[in-house]
């Protein structure tokens, strides 16, 4: 199935290839193919390789092979540690500054200062703003994030997350200090050089969209429509992992499960009203339900 653009949808699914694909990336999978194809849109598989100390080189073709077990396909393969130049041209553009503080140190300046860390993740409080620090030592990118209220709309949910990244964030490492580009930058870069129109991944990135807006609009790159879905959970509730234990998509391949089984419990987990066994052409006109469900309820904005 060879998508014909002719919605002008064009969607990916961007797997990092640092393990082997569990029932939650597969659904996430699904999800994102059925989105680009139900309405004839192009589909895209991007590896996001960056953090090669995290990377399996066996990844990327069992990946692939459980892709294409499922019944996904898509038009275009794209490996982010190939495109490294377009990434250190994006950060070439905007204003940034080297960064060479230490964890530590810019832990203690956090609770030196007044504003100590209120939500789960600390806020860079510009420790290297104006001068680096320990100019031996390697130094991290840090862009410096512009004084704005920044706000992400998710189209699914109708939720709309508003914030201030310089107070709730702040600036934003762009490359470590060991060179690796990180990854708000390269999802921003390469879903505007794909002219990705819809990104639908994990409820996890949420809460840094806003961050990934705030670049697009530095950049002049233009915003994509977000579709966050659930994360699949295990029997206890909780969040499926490649680290975590979760069984790999293959274990069950190799044991002899069916795909249109696993497609039909996917299906199922998502509330979705299906027989045992499923083809993704079936799933298609639940997702189009789904999704015009979605867009009629949408409240005026
Ligand atoms: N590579 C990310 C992951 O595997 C997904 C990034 C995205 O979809 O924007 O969780």
Redesign the pocket.
Not at 12 to 16: D, I
Not at 199 to 202: T, Y
């Given at each position: 199935m060879t998508g014909s653009g002719e919605t002008g949808v064009v969607g990916?699914?961007?797997?990092?290839p640092?393990g082997a694909m569990h029932l939650g990336?597969a659904r996430?999978a699904l999800l994102?193919w059925l989105h680009s194809r139900a309405r004839g849109g192009r589909h895209l598989l991007?590896f996001?390789d960056l953090d090669t100390g995290r990377v399996r080189p066996w990844a990327y073709d069992l990946t692939r092979r459980d892709l294409e077990w499922l019944g996904l396909d898509w038009d275009e393969e794209i490996t982010q540690s190939r495109r490294l130049e377009l990434y250190r041209d994006a950060a070439a553009r905007l204003e940034t500054y080297p960064c060479t503080c230490t964890r530590r140190e810019i832990r203690d300046a956090i609770h030196a200062s007044a504003g100590a860390p209120h939500g789960e993740e600390p806020v860079y409080p510009g420790t290297c703003r104006e001068a680096p620090r320990n100019p031996d030592r390697p130094a991290a990118l840090r862009w410096r994030i512009p004084a704005a209220q920044v706000c992400a709309h998710d189209a699914l949910s109708g939720r709309t997350l508003c914030q201030d990244l310089c107070a709730e964030v702040g600036d934003l490492v762009l490359r470590r200090n060991d060179g690796v580009y990180a990854?708000h930058l390269a999802?921003v870069v390469d879903?505007a050089a794909s002219g990705v129109t819809d990104?639908?991944?994990?409820e996890?990135?949420w809460t840094a969209t806003p961050r990934?807006v705030a670049l697009q609009g530095a950049l002049g790159l233009p915003t994509p429509r977000y579709l966050h879905v659930p994360l699949m959970t295990g029997y206890r509730g909780e969040r499926l992992a490649k680290r975590g234990g979760a069984p790999p998509l293959s274990a069950l391949r190799e044991a002899g499960e069916s795909a249109a089984r696993i497609r039909a419990e996917l299906a199922r987990s998502l509330g979705w009203p299906v027989p045992d066994e499923v083809s993704v052409s079936e799933l298609l006109p639940l997702w189009v339900a789904e999704w015009a469900r979605v867009e009629g309820v949408r409240p005026c904005r």
């Open positions: 990916r699914f961007a797997p990092s640092t990336n996430t994102a991007r996001e990854y999802v879903d990104v639908l991944r994990g996890d990135l990934q």
